[in-house]
């Protein structure tokens, strides 16, 4: 039954804290996104971070490389032929 004299004062001290961190995080912002982290990790983060501008101008010196790289390939079965 004495033990009842320290165990109250410790729960209520223990509540206080969990209480005082809980308030803590909600003014910090910690439960703002709550999704946000879920839908993170389906993305595709394959892709590095090219700004669109270089981004752009790669993509077409890739097309273009390409068509000369079919241009090439038709001419070499041609050249078999």
């Known amino acids: ?3 009842l004299y320290l165990l109250i004062p410790l729960g209520i001290l223990i509540l206080g804290i ?3 961190a809980f308030i803590w995080a909600v003014k ?3 439960f703002e996104d709550m999704q946000g982290p879920a839908h993170r990790i ?3 983060d394959d892709d590095p971070l090219i700004p669109k ?3 752009q101008s790669e993509s077409s010196k890739s097309e273009t490389d390409s068509h000369s790289q ?3 390939n038709s001419d070499e079965k041609a050249s078999k032929l």
Request: hydrophobic letters at 45%.
């Open 28 to 30: 910090s912002g910690q």
């Open 53 to 55: 501008n270089l981004r």
């Open 42 to 44: 389906l993305m595709d």
């Open 18 to 20: 969990a209480v005082g």
């Open 70 to 72: 079919k241009a090439n």
């Open 1 to 3: 039954m004495e033990i």
